[in-house]
């Protein structure tokens, strides 16, 4: 079994940046590729970013790229966002999920996971 809590939100203007965390417990953080999810309010759960079981590879949606980082430490169980120029479209309820087996990280985007974190409300104003 795992469980996963994810904090790091918040209220912030344009422009600035907030990092997120989630933090895995029960079963072994490396066995799992790992992944990013947002929903802003009266749309679709969205993908965000994943990584590897190891962090040697990731994987961006356009709309985040170059702005987003995905990163994990292993040691700690925890996995990491750190969202830079944010934007009033960023502003979305932000779960992280854990997907079996860890090699397959593109398939993370298919939002095809085996657990989910309940969320984390980051807020972007004008």
């Known amino acids: 079994q795992v469980q996963l809590v994810e904090s790091g939100g918040g209220l912030v203007h344009t422009g600035e940046s907030l990092t997120l965390s989630c933090v895995a417990s029960?079963?072994?953080?490396?066995?799992?590729?790992m992944g990013w999810f947002r929903q802003a309010p009266g749309k679709e759960r969205e993908f965000v970013a994943a990584?590897?079981?190891?962090?040697?590879?990731?994987y961006y949606a356009d709309s985040v790229k170059g702005r987003f980082t995905i990163s994990r430490d292993n040691a700690k169980n925890t996995l990491y966002l750190q969202m830079n120029s944010l934007k009033t479209d960023d502003t979305a309820v932000y779960r992280c999920?854990?997907?079996?087996?860890?090699?397959?990280?593109?398939?993370?985007?298919?939002?095809?996971?085996?657990?989910w974190g309940r969320g984390t409300l980051v807020t972007v104003s004008s």
């Open positions: 029960g079963r072994i953080l490396a066995s799992y590729a």
């Open positions: 999920g854990a997907r079996f087996p860890g090699h397959e990280y593109q398939a993370v985007a298919g939002g095809d996971m085996n657990y």
């Open positions: 990584v590897s079981w190891n962090g040697g590879n990731s």
